[in-house]
């Protein structure tokens, strides 16, 4: 729904560095307990403010992008307080660090520059002061929110225009997940959409353009399970002779049937992913910085853009699991784990995907994989490398272009011929199976090795940003065979796990259908499959229209929510895809009958209150439905102020109709339309 964002200017994003360049202290310090109490009052009064939902604190900041921050005492003293959780005595810690403090008062993290200048390839001691500094950024939401709700329950509190996550940017989305309860988003809202949607109001920022490209964006969002798009008020809707722009045009088409019901429907239901997850991992990007290949580990993390582009070109939506979760061995709901560039693994991890993969999961490592502790200190073996089967021998990761070359082995797993950009020398088999080398050099490229119950993949390539790269170029030279067969190797891993598509996508004469986004939203008993196709590609590379037959799992009531089309009961339904496409497709297990709709009474004076009572009738028990009320006055125009979309709860819903005292005499006539299945009633009360 639309609500008032304020912007509340705090001095967070305008740090600058002490007296000491050495050892940086930020002013403001997010630990100053003087600072945040000056401030904390100034959200609360904001937040108490009348038709204010939500605060903004400043835009496009960060804890900063270039210095070690901070080593004030505030900061000092809150980092040795968190690292006696993180290390059982100051020995381990001396050990760790290889350090050798006499005192926990003594503790002093080194800069990277003096953590180069040792040369011993121990960084633990910086990335702990980075994973600190985070902390700060997600303690500063978690005061600043709390004043907020002080001010007014419910309302949101957090960045706007923030950066993804990055070694110096302050931004863990982990972290956030535990405070943050506003997000006007660049970068991590696909993590916090599955970690904290309950408490985080997530909101994209929207594209201006066509129709086509916003279709793209906004839905992608939408699909992803934000809470909507932002609106710019620096990108012009009218245009300068106030008619309707081309950003105007596009955001009417897209976004006004949203609220006739399917965007209420969508934010009441869950996100429900695949049981595949990517490893989130902060401390892989300071390694990764410190081996300048800071640029290979964004391909992985900071866009996200590869990993979900395959998968979703696969058929599945995949999940998120964080270092704390993985810690925590919380895998019991997944069946296939992908570790991007998780350069770092700690201990309970190791044991924790060991564990996994014995018990039959699989396991899918790119690049780098554990060759430091979970701290940051540079290992000469890698930590799961008897997991993988695999031996290294100074390894390095190496920008190299080359061509893949497949292997035939025992374990059915056949692997791309693609072109790769990354490659990962030092590395033999040490039980694996080599499934493919790089064509020039022979230098193995992929590796797979039967663990236990489970199997465990090692790609010593950048095949995810390879892939992506061919993909956005899909219609030139070999692109399309490269992509299509890194699909089929990811589908046959997954079907190995035994995932399989939620809903099938069978062309007519076979082809394969690039750039769909799938998604699946559940709310109890009913299914939303939702699907989206990149237009930025589509229009490129897959213009002429496809027939399709869509395989849902098991026969239910189908809608198509958009063009409003029942297909009844069924498990298939055909359609033609185009660049265009958007479809969203409601799935019920029980047939809805119809709806009933009741008033308090016939009649009502202007200025009056009628009530009414909505019963979705159905063959069992219903889930909760999304409804729309549309009521229309006695000239048949609807009235904005008193249409609504209603949510049923076991089927039942009931409110009131406020009259005004200047209301139209006559009929009033009122519409009730279940969104889910289309099916309608109508009623009209008079006012006298």
Known sequence: MPSQDRCVSIDFYRHKLGDDPDHPVRHPCLRDPEWLEYHAPRVRDNAANTNV?????????????????????????????????????????????????????????????????????????????????????????????????????????????????????????????????????????????????????????????????????????????????VVCGTQRLPAFDWTDSVASHGYREVW????????????????????????????????????????????????????????????????????????????????VIFLPISFTLSDGKVAGLEKFVKEGGILIGELGIGIADGHGKILSEGRLDNVFGIRRHDSRILMRKAMTVRSQTSLGQIFPQMRVDYLESGLETAGAKVLATAKDNEIPVAFANQYGEGLAIYLACNFAGSYFTSNGARGVGNNAKYTAEAEDFITALAGKAGIGRRLGIEAEEGQHVPFIKPVLFTQG?????????????????????????????????????????????????????????????????????????????????????????????????????????????????????????????????EGIIPLALNDKQGAWKVQIEDVTSGKKTAASFVVE
Request: charged share 25%; proline share 4%.
């Open 53 to 229: 939902f939500s605060l903004q604190a400043g835009d496009e900041a960060s804890y900063d992008g270039r210095f070690d921050f901070c080593f004030s005492p505030h900061c000092m003293a809150a980092m040795r307080k968190w690292l006696k959780t993180e290390y059982p005595t100051l020995a381990a810690l001396n050990a760790q660090w290889g350090t050798d403090f006499k005192s926990w008062d003594d503790v002093k993290p080194l800069t990277l520059k003096e953590t180069k200048e040792r040369g011993d390839g121990n960084y633990s001691s910086w990335c702990d002061h980075r994973s600190f500094g985070e902390m700060n950024v997600a303690y500063f939401y978690d005061v600043m929110g709390k004043a907020a709700a002080e001010g007014k329950a419910g309302v949101a509190f957090g960045p706007s225009g923030n950066p993804d996550a990055s070694v110096y940017g302050g931004y863990d989305f982990w972290q956030l997940s535990k405070t943050l309860t506003g997000l006007w988003a660049y970068g991590g809202a696909d993590q916090l959409s599955l970690w904290s949607r309950d408490r985080t109001k997530i909101m994209n920022y929207a594209a201006f353009s066509s129709v086509n490209f916003q279709r793209v964006r906004n839905y992608g969002n939408l699909f992803t399970g934000t809470s909507g798009s």
């Open 525 to 653: 008993e009913i299914n939303y499959f939702g699907i989206l196709c990149n237009y930025y590609l589509a229009k490129d590379f897959a213009v002429a229209p496809v027939k399709v037959k869509l395989k849902f799992p098991t026969k239910g009531y189908i809608r198509e929510l958009f063009s409003e089309e029942d297909y009844g009961l069924t498990d298939e339904v055909e359609t033609v895809f185009k660049p265009t496409t958007l479809l969203l497709y409601s799935w019920v297990p029980y047939k809805v009958d119809g709806i009933e709709l009741a008033f308090s009474k016939g009649a009502v004076a202007p200025g009056g209150v009628i009530s009414y009572d909505i019963a979705v009738k159905s063959q069992a028990a219903p889930s909760t439905h999304t409804l729309r009320m549309g009521v229309f006055d006695p000239d048949g125009e609807e009235s904005e102020a008193y249409s609504r979309n209603i949510t049923t709860e076991a089927g039942k819903a």
């Open 256 to 335: 006004m049937p949203l609220k006739k019901g399917i965007g209420r429907l969508l934010h009441e239901s869950v996100r429900t992913p695949d049981p595949i997850a990517v490893h989130y991992s902060r401390n892989a990007s300071r390694v990764a910085h410190v081996l300048d290949l800071t640029a290979l580990w964004r391909q992985a993390y900071q866009t996200n853009t590869p990993l979900r582009t395959l998968f979703e070109s696969c058929g599945f939506d995949h999940n998120w699991i964080s270092y704390e979760q993985l810690e925590e061995g919380k895998t019991e709901h997944l069946k």
